[in-house]
């Protein structure tokens, strides 16, 4: 089982759509092939961020969550990310069992591992990470381990401390030592990377803490609740 966390902003994209009643298909790749995919599934394929704001575009659907609950509803859609959704793609080509993970459904998403794991099944609680802008590099990101950690906290009180990790216990104790989420997720380097390109509001929607009651499950390569 594989609870994927990408805060700013797939998973939280994705909360949103689903939902609001939209079937979300992770992609790998924003190029022709996507396209493709799009088309062969009927789906309406996401816009970037910056274009979604342009009036051509009017409301179309990208990967900012203040957009998608702004926007109509799409019955289908692709969207591309090149953290959470690629992993989220990755696992979903090995048959694994993909959920998706947030601060908006923390509480779920706990709930759902927990269930998991008194079923007698192991939860891998994946902090999506991001990348560098100035040389794509890997760079751990605190949006994401903030998120873990908003998960872990219900592992921890469901008593499963012996079967965590050191990791995920750590970012329990991070999360649980975080009183301000709106103000750790604006300061953030994601965040402030956000905020700087005008996309301030996304930030907020990504850490309105147990908004949401559904935990998005990957079935037939879409998620929906």
């Known amino acids: ?20 009643g939209t079937r979300v298909y992770p992609y790998r790749w924003n190029d022709h092939r996507a396209t493709a995919f799009a088309a062969e599934h ?3 394929l996401a816009v970037g961020r910056l274009e979604a704001t342009q009036t051509a575009a009017g409301d179309a659907p990208s990967l900012s969550p203040s957009g998608l609950l702004r926007s109509d509803p799409v019955p289908r859609l692709v969207l591309p990310s090149p953290n959470g959704s690629t992993i989220a793609a990755a696992l979903n ?29 192991s939860v891998a609680l994946i902090a999506a990470g991001e990348r560098w802008s100035v040389d794509d590099s890997l760079r751990p990101a605190l949006e994401d381990h903030l998120g873990v950690g908003a998960i872990a906290s219900h592992l921890v009180s469901a008593g499963f401390v012996p079967m965590c990790s050191p990791e995920t216990l750590a970012a329990a104790h991070l999360y649980e030592a975080t009183p301000d989420l709106g103000n750790a997720l604006k300061n953030c380097v994601s965040g402030r990377e956000l905020v700087a390109r005008g996309f301030e509001e996304d930030v907020d929607v990504a850490a309105r803490l147990d908004t949401a009651t559904g935990v998005p499950l990957l079935r037939a390569s879409a998620f929906s609740i």
């Open 42 to 44: 009927e789906a309406v």
């Open 1 to 20: 089982m594989n609870l994927v966390v990408d805060v700013l902003s797939f998973s939280t994209s994705v909360s949103v759509a689903t939902e609001r």
């Open 93 to 121: 080509s090995t048959g694994s069992t993909v959920a998706i993970g947030c601060l908006r459904n923390a509480r779920a998403a706990g709930v759902w591992a927990v269930a998991q794991l008194n079923a007698g099944r």
